[in-house]
């Protein structure tokens, strides 16, 4: 059993410690006062069984807390008043430094939570490490100058959850759609160098990872491209592949009719588009940010983008290349096949390419070999869009949608990009201010089952929750285009003039910012004793949705800034919001008992429910989730059963807007198992992977791919995230 220290060092558990510290607070009163050894064993011994049930390692201030309140069993009332009264003391000091220990940990590899903080990040990095450590010095300031202290006091007891603290001190937004065709059409500028028009397709591909790359390093969340924007440069090289073929021939005294000559042109032009989209795969795995990883990119692949004929030909080109270099995987050190985390692949199922004798369905059954061999790509159905939206347009990230475009004809050229349309819907070149959590599980255990307190409650902390994304807003209201110039003057965003503040982009929906809400499994079930599956609970569940949307609502209008509800992945506050729960009110079957709360509004994982139930059911309530929502089914080892993959994309056409299929892609390094790594308790209860072939449990020595919160993760997850990996069910 263990225990984490302040500093997020995970040590074995030592009782000693605990007596030491009750007999010095048992000294410091009179004798008639003090407990006897009986009494201090039993303190001891009680501390340690609750730590053991709980199943997970204490911090050392949850196990003080449990040592107060021992204390306070024993009637020892001015032995347990001196214990608080060290404990502040203790508390005061530490607060004059609240970084140097954290920051140390993370520089001698010994802060365990912080490893296992971003599956995506190698914390042994320098790269990574200067990134965490910078983090840690923004929290802080954030803790102390930046925040009120209700909101702090909310957001560490796991009320609510202020996202990316860690960057909070800078003037940064969140996640984005790329205008990446305002920016190879009109040229950019990269590094204080003048970028033009590409002149090929690979030099467009080219182009389009720095991109990339620069804009990684200049916001912290996820951005996407769509392969659209690359079709131009497709005619550009056939075009220039057609003159080229035409004069080596005519150079070796041999002259070609028009026909033979396309008919060569063209198999260069797809040697070339190869060759690009490999450069894309390629760079964008091996690029590395400045916050110490690969860019967070998702590719955005829908035919319907561009216009029928030969420029759909070529986006369908492209489309089946980008597929076919995603099946075959990247090679690890040992050099072999594996599944990379980025780019995140999104196809979109529409009428041309979702029914058997649609002309491009032979890309599908490609999307459909690719997701049950890689896991992406994620699907998006037109059909279901439209009727929700009325626009078809990608998420940013793994699952932030912006809200419609809701101004007379489009926007207006508000952000000056160079290819504004008047009257066509603007997407590209927009963002996402950020995000706040509420923890929905604490609103109900709070209430006490008593359903008039939980409406009370609830609309109490979205009075705070609304505080707090204020707070964000404000933190970027005056920020001038200068801080990220690839964003805001440079085309990706805007072309804003130099000195210029973006203040008019945070305003008439032109940016969103979001409302986050976690465990509504959980919430309901306390509340009504059932799953949100059944019909009670289904009937309050979705109550408790569309009061979380008025909420947006009516912010919205009093605003004008568009908020929109957003089902949180909490890829680690799950595990904090968990430990919170438990700490504030116990282990509570089927509420607190696990280190994870289930994420937004899906079915728990633990549940027994059909794959189209399941993506059925989980519509109603994804409808609800404007602001960004997915859903999945997990299935085992598909690569053999292509026409169940393919039935279950086209229930999602039907049925959802966004959803995707979780299988597994693992590799042992040590015996070259290519099976499932399995996740085992070590001796002190830690769940760990362990490959079943060798018994390798050294993750630096295997290659684990697991969809986590919408996107795919290939380091490690803290052991709330892992408890929830090891105990999902397949639903196919």
């Known amino acids: 059993m263990n225990i984490i220290k302040r500093s997020g060092m995970e040590v074995e558990f030592d009782a000693r410690k605990i007596a030491e510290a009750v007999k010095k607070a048992n000294l410091s009163v009179v004798e008639n006062e003090r407990m006897s050894q009986n009494q201090i064993d039993e303190i001891v011994r009680n501390v340690e069984n609750i730590c053991a049930e709980m199943g997970r390692a204490l911090n050392v201030e949850e196990i003080q807390d449990l040592v107060e309140n021992q204390i306070m069993n024993q009637r020892a009332f001015h032995v347990a008043r001196n214990y608080i009264t060290y404990r502040y003391k203790r508390a005061l000091v530490r607060k004059a430094n609240t970084t140097d220990k954290q920051i140390l940990s993370l520089l001698d590899y010994s802060n365990e939570e912080v490893i296992q903080e971003n599956s995506n990040k ?7 490490q200067r990134d965490y450590v910078a983090g840690e010095v923004s929290k802080d300031i954030t803790r102390r100058f930046l925040l009120p202290e209700n909101i702090w006091d909310a957001h560490e007891k796991g009320i609510i959850h202020f996202h990316d603290t860690d960057y909070f001190a800078h003037h940064m937004h969140n996640c984005c759609l790329v205008n990446l ?12 160098v003048g970028i033009d028009q590409p002149k090929s397709f690979t030099t467009a591909c080219n182009i389009a990872t720095q991109i990339v790359a620069q804009i990684a390093s200049c916001q912290y969340g996820g951005q996407s491209i769509s392969l659209s924007h690359l079709v131009p440069f497709v005619q550009i090289s056939r075009e220039k592949l057609r003159k080229d073929v035409k004069e080596e021939f005519e150079a070796g005294g041999i002259l070609l009719d028009e026909d033979k000559i396309n008919e060569i042109a063209e198999i260069r032009v797809r040697k070339e588009v190869k060759k690009g989209v490999q450069m894309i795969q390629y760079q964008v795995i091996t690029l590395m940010t400045t916050n110490g990883q690969a860019p967070f990119v998702t590719v955005y692949m829908y035919l319907d983008e561009v216009e029928e004929g030969q420029p759909r030909d070529d986006l369908a080109l492209i489309i089946e290349e980008m597929l076919n270099q995603r099946i075959l995987g990247v090679k690890n050190e040992k050099g072999v096949y594996i599944t990379p985390a980025f780019p995140k692949l999104i196809y979109v199922l529409e009428e041309d390419n979702v029914h058997e004798d649609s002309r491009y369905y032979y890309l599908t059954r490609l999307a459909a070999k690719c997701t049950a061999k890689r896991m992406v790509p ?12 009325g626009d078809c347009y990608p998420c940013m990230g793994c699952r932030s949608f912006l809200t419609p475009d809701r101004s007379e004809g489009g926007f207006g050229n508000v952000a000056k990009a160079g290819n504004y349309v008047p009257g066509r819907h603007k997407y590209y070149g927009r963002f996402y201010q950020g995000v706040v959590t509420l923890n929905l599980v604490d609103v109900a255990c709070s209430s006490g089952g008593d359903m008039g307190d939980f409406w009370e409650i609830l609309d109490d902390r979205l009075d705070l929750c609304h505080e707090a994304l204020m707070l964000r807003h404000k933190r970027l209201l005056g920020t001038r285009s200068d801080v990220a110039p690839i964003l805001w003057q440079n085309g990706a965003l805007a072309r804003l003039a130099k000195g210029e503040t973006i203040d008019k982009l945070l305003y008439g929906g032109y940016s969103t910012i979001s409302l986050g809400y976690a465990g509504l499994c959980e919430c309901t079930r306390y509340m009504t004793g059932e799953s949100h599956t059944e019909k009670k609970g289904k009937v309050f569940a979705l109550a ?3 009061h979380l949307n008025d909420a947006c609502k009516k912010w919205k209008e009093e605003s004008d800034i568009d908020f929109s509800l957003y089902g949180t992945p909490i890829e680690t506050t799950t595990y904090k919001f968990a430990k919170c729960l438990q700490e504030r009110f116990g282990i509570i079957p089927g509420v607190t008992d696990r280190n994870y709360i289930t994420n937004s509004y899906h079915v728990h994982v633990t549940e027994e429910i059909d794959a189209f139930e399941k993506l059925t059911f989980e519509a109603e309530f994804q409808a609800l ?24 994309m086209k229930h999602i056409y039907e049925h959802i807007m966004y959803a995707e299929l979780n299988t597994k892609s693992d590799y042992c390094q040590i015996c ?7 996740i085992v308790k070590d001796k002190n209860d830690k769940l760990v992977w362990e490959c079943p072939n060798c018994g390798n449990r050294d993750q630096k020595t295997m290659n684990v791919a697991r969809r986590t919160c919408g996107y795919i993760g290939t380091q490690y ?3 709330g995230r892992t408890q929830e990996i090891k105990e999902r069910v397949l639903h196919l």
Do not use: C, H
């Open 181 to 192: 065709e305002d920016m190879l059409t009109n040229g950019t500028v990269l590094s204080d």
């Open 717 to 719: 997850w803290n052991q």
């Open 544 to 546: 408790l949705m569309r």
């Open 672 to 678: 070259g198992y290519d099976g499932e790594i399995q």
């Open 625 to 648: 989730s404007p602001g960004g929502a997915i859903s999945y089914v997990e299935v085992p080892n598909m690569q053999n059963n292509i026409e169940a993959v393919l039935a279950v």
């Open 378 to 389: 994620d699907y998006i159905s037109e059909k279901l869009m439209f009727e929700l939206k």
């Open 122 to 128: 190698n914390p042994t990095l320098n790269s990574v």
